[in-house]
């Protein structure tokens, strides 16, 4: 174990938050095998990128972070700009980050802030004070114990025992305790209990945390406050994992409405082929629709149960018929 320990209480709200998520977690498991959810993952990236921005002033919204990804021209200040470009980078190599390794925090922080600071990539060079509604509310410790205090947090979480989806949140406090950068330290903060999150499991690379944040931004900050004055990241890990558990919620949610919509769509197409041809067999729906034969036939098999249609005869030889 390593010899430094950030301090935290496990409380009741704590133990409960997670007994839930690792319901969820089921949950999704399920979703993820039973529906479509790749669009709705990288609607989720989309919607991490803006919120995580958003919390920090940016004022573009997923269309124009969608604009950018797609290297489509936007209206929008240089620096805004930049920084969409920087987060798309940060975001692209989530899944490849080790959440152990600082160097590879340091080079997310790179990729974040490349063209925004002279010294992206490195740790600060001058001692900052965190503002708040009411002046400033948070002296990061000094410069010169950035580099020791980093060590240390990376080596407790190396070695700690502790569940993930507390000690991400343990780490995701200490970081801004400590404000390591002299700029984008809620960025990386906030992507980095991601890329912990990730190696627990792997979907947390495609949940919409971030922009669940930006929503309740206000309790965010209250939370960092909180914990700041008791001293100990309690109260700031209760808010994430209530947070987690809204994400993960949303995810399910969502999964099962884009599903139901896409077989809407495939419902339709099929009819509508078939009103057009009668004898159309499933491989020509196959190369029309550009679907797998199996989803053709789970969605013939489904309009049958509902009875909107019905085959006359053999398959060979019959034909479709649809119910009016």
């Not at 600082?102 to 802030?113: I, N, P, S, V």
Request: net charge positive.
């Amino acid at each position: 174990m390593s010899s430094h320990k950030p301090p935290y209480t496990i409380t009741t709200n704590i133990v409960n938050f997670v007994s839930e998520i690792s319901e969820l977690i089921a949950d999704v498991k399920y979703v993820d095998k039973t529906y479509n959810t790749l669009k709705l993952r990288k609607k989720n990236r989309i919607r991490s990128i803006t919120g995580t921005l958003q919390i920090e002033g940016n004022t573009f919204d997923e269309a124009k972070v969608t604009s950018v990804i797609n290297g489509k021209p936007v209206l929008g200040t240089l620096r805004e700009v930049e920084e969409v470009k920087g987060a798309i980078r940060a975001y692209e190599h989530l899944e490849s980050y080790k959440y152990k390794n600082e160097k590879d925090l340091l080079l997310a922080h790179k990729y974040l802030m490349q063209n925004l600071l002279n010294n992206a990539g490195v740790y600060r060079n001058s001692n900052v004070g965190v503002g708040g509604r009411d002046g400033v509310t948070h002296v990061a410790p000094p410069l010169n114990m950035v580099p020791q205090l980093m060590g240390e947090l990376f080596d407790w979480l190396s070695k700690t025992n502790e569940h993930p989806l507390i000690a991400s949140c343990v780490f995701h406090y200490e970081f801004e305790f400590i404000h390591p950068f002299n700029d984008g330290n809620g960025r990386i903060g906030r992507l980095w209990q991601s890329v912990i999150l990730k190696n627990f499991k792997d979907f947390f690379a495609y949940m919409p945390i971030e922009s669940i944040v930006r929503d309740n931004q206000e309790g965010y900050y209250e939370a960092l406050e909180s914990s700041g004055t008791l001293g100990e990241s309690t109260p700031f890990i209760e808010f994430m994992l209530k947070i987690i558990v809204k994400s993960l919620k949303i995810y399910i949610d969502e999964s099962k409405k884009s599903d139901q919509k896409s077989d809407q769509k495939s419902d339709q197409k099929i009819l509508n082929l078939i009103n057009k041809n009668r004898e159309i067999t499933i491989m020509q729906m196959c190369q029309k629709l550009q679907m797998s034969e199996s989803g053709v036939k789970k969605v013939i098999a489904k309009l049958k149960k509902e009875q909107l249609l019905k085959r006359i005869g053999s398959l060979k030889s019959g034909h479709w018929e649809v119910i009016k």
